[in-house]
Every structure is written in structure tokens, then in C-alpha cells.
């Protein structure tokens, strides 16, 4: 038999008078400025302490002082009195059919092509956007724990029920090396290479599915520079200091001087990787698969042609899904 889920140790406004009481110093303070009698008061405080085992008022000083656990309960209830204050006008907003907050995570390497698009399209839903661009891996945490409404990126969440997911763009890692660089043609001409490898941070999904390509090809190369971010790869590599196993969107977002660099196949089997617009399933109805469509179309538009013509060789391999 399922066991019976714990009751809460306390309510919105048993927290609303422990604030009170706080900021007043006294209880007195509290009742007059809630208008309710101190006796009551005093009553609200006790039952909190009663149920939680634990006092949060050290009354031995004037004015009152906090225990530790009153500190820690005192952090918590601010933030959640802030939060409860804001529903109700949320759910006024929604009879004009726009969102009060929406918060999307964006991974770099598609910062530049979809940040000022994305943020501006949602500024139309909602009266407050946040967009974040970063690592995958954060923005899957902050998803997972509802600080975050929808994810761009790479699938960090494969085996994570109750999400919906909306393929945008799948791509081919390539080669990116300094201008005059000959790219290796086979597998073998890797190992050979005069230059290091420019690598993505084990930080990143990126980083990850690279090595993981690399030692399947069993292709084992020297750690020597890596970062975290599309700008600082492709930067190190146009300054002639290694080559990079990338893809065109990474290089797109690293918005090098296309003359300083080359750009090449990656000898071997085919790899690639698959961007995904990720959301908790049901909770914005329609609104993520609108959000793809908009992010699908905006990259159609503008940035996998210049792409296309910079690589001719990609053949259909980028391409929009859905």
C-alpha cells in the first residue's frame, strides 16, 4: 500500500505572520500591522513551532531574534510568499492569451543564429523572457527542476519520461583546420597530423560524443587545448594553433573570418548529431511545437544557406527536421 503523503507542517499564512513578525521584531508590531490580535499571533508562531519540533524565535532578546532554523525558514517562506503573490496575476494574463514569464535555455552553438530571433518572438507570448544560451547539461537540470520552461540543444534527457521533444536540425561534425591545411582524406591521415586537436570541453555534450567517435575509429590524440565554447575553438584554430572536429553550426557560431580557415569532410564513417527543442509534456500546449516551427524556419532562412554555400560538399547532409 501506497504511504500516505506527508502533511505540510504549515500554510501560506502561517508563513505570512512568521514574516511579519520578523521584519516587526515583536508580535505586537505583527498583529497591528496584519490586523489581527497579538494573542492570535502568538497562537500562529506556536503552532508553526509545534508542528515543525523546532523553534524559530529566540525570544530571549528584544527585538525578537531569529534561531537558525528561523533564518533557513525565513529564506524558504520568502520565496515562496513571493511566488504565491504571483499567481493570481498570472492567471488574469491568461485571458489575454499571453504567458506572464516565459524562460527558454538556448546551447551555444546556436546563440547567435536563434538568440535575438528567439527572445524576440517570445517577447511577443509572454510579458517577461528570459533566454539563456550555455551547456546542454545546465539547461536539462534547470528543466528537470521547473526553472526552465523549454531547452534547445543537444537530448541530454533520452531516458527522462514526461517530455515531448521536437527535432529542428540535424548536422555532420566536419573538420575545421587553418587556412593551407591539407584536410586528412582517410581515418589513418588523423593519427598523422602535424597540428593538435582543438578539442570541446568533456563539459559538453559535443566533447563527449567527439572522444567517444575518436576511440571507436580508435584514433588517440594528445590533450593539449580545449574549451567550452564554439568562439574559442574555432578562434584557435584560425590562428593556426591546432584543428577541431566541429560542425557548421558550431562554426557559424564562432563567427570566424571564413578566409582564415578550411573547412573539410571528416574521413570515416558518418556521424553527426541532432538539435531538439525539449519541454515538459502538456504544460504549454501547443506553444512548443510553435516554438520549433519558428526556430526551424528562422534557420531555413537564414543561416543553413550561407552554410550550404560555404560547404558545398555537406550535400543534404544538414537539414532541417520535421
Known amino acids: 500500500m501506497m504511504a500516505a503523503r506527508e502533511a505540510l507542517p504549515f500554510d501560506l499564512r502561517a508563513l505570512e505572520i512568521f514574516l511579519a513578525v520578523c521584519e516587526e521584531g515583536a508580535m505586537a508590531g505583527a498583529?497591528?500591522?496584519?490586523?489581527?490580535?497579538?494573542?492570535?499571533?502568538?497562537?500562529?508562531?506556536?503552532?508553526?513551532?509545534?508542528?515543525?519540533g523546532l523553534a524559530v524565535f529566540d525570544r530571549s532578546v528584544r527585538p525578537l531574534g531569529l534561531t537558525a532554523a528561523g533564518g533557513v525558514l525565513r529564506q524558504k517562506a520568502s520565496a515562496l510568499i513571493s511566488e504565491a503573490r504571483q499567481i493570481a496575476p498570472a492567471l488574469r494574463e491568461t485571458e489575454h492569451g499571453r504567458f506572464p514569464l516565459l524562460r527558454a535555455g538556448l546551447v551555444d552553438s546556436l546563440a547567435r543564429a536563434l538568440a535575438a530571433p528567439l527572445g524576440g518572438y517570445l517577447a511577443t507570448l509572454a510579458e517577461e523572457v528570459?533566454?539563456?544560451?550555455?551547456l546542454?547539461?545546465?539547461?536539462?537540470?534547470?528543466?528537470?527542476?521547473r526553472q526552465m520552461d523549454f531547452l534547445v540543444g543537444l537530448d541530454e534527457l533520452e531516458d527522462v519520461e514526461?517530455?515531448?521533444?521536437?527535432?529542428?536540425?540535424?548536422?555532420?561534425?566536419?573538420?575545421?583546420?587553418?587556412?593551407?591545411?591539407?584536410?586528412?582524406v582517410r581515418v589513418d591521415d588523423l593519427r598523422q597530423m602535424a597540428l593538435p586537436l582543438v578539442r570541446f570541453s568533456a563539459r559538453s555534450k559535443t566533447g563527449i560524443e567527439v572522444e567517444r567517435h575518436l576511440r571507436r575509429l580508435k584514433v588517440e590524440l594528445p590533450r593539449r587545448l580545449e574549451f567550452d565554447t564554439p568562439q574559442g575553438v574555432a578562434a584557435t584554430v584560425a590562428a593556426g594553433e591546432g584543428f577541431a572536429v566541429t560542425t557548421p553550426l558550431c562554426i557559424h557560431e564562432g563567427a570566424v573570418d571564413l578566409a582564415r580557415v578550411r573547412c573539410a569532410p571528416l574521413p570515416g564513417p558518418a556521424f553527426?548529431?541532432?538539435?531538439?527543442?525539449?519541454?515538459?509534456?502538456?504544460?504549454?500546449?501547443?506553444l512548443p511545437r510553435e516554438i520549433a516551427d519558428f526556430c526551424r524556419s528562422r534557420l531555413?532562412?537564414?543561416?543553413?544557406?550561407?552554410?550550404?554555400?560555404a560547404m558545398p560538399w555537406l550535400a543534404g547532409t544538414l537539414r532541417i527536421e520535421g
Do not use: C, N, W
Not at 136 to 145: C, D, G, I, R
Not at 171 to 184: Q, T
Not at 300 to 309: F, K, Y
Open 272 to 286: 553527426q548529431r541532432r538539435l531538439t527543442l525539449i519541454a515538459r509534456r502538456q504544460e504549454l500546449g501547443r
Open 31 to 52: 498583529a497591528r500591522r496584519l490586523g489581527l490580535t497579538q494573542p492570535a499571533v502568538s497562537q500562529a508562531v506556536a503552532d508553526l513551532e509545534g508542528r515543525i
Open 300 to 309: 531555413a532562412a537564414d543561416v543553413l544557406p550561407a552554410l550550404d554555400a
Open 162 to 184: 514526461g517530455l515531448e521533444r521536437f527535432a529542428l536540425v540535424t548536422e555532420p561534425y566536419v573538420l575545421l583546420l587553418p587556412a593551407g591545411v591539407a584536410p586528412p
Open 130 to 134: 528570459s533566454v539563456l544560451s550555455g
Open 136 to 145: 546542454t547539461a545546465a539547461h536539462a537540470s534547470a528543466l528537470l527542476s
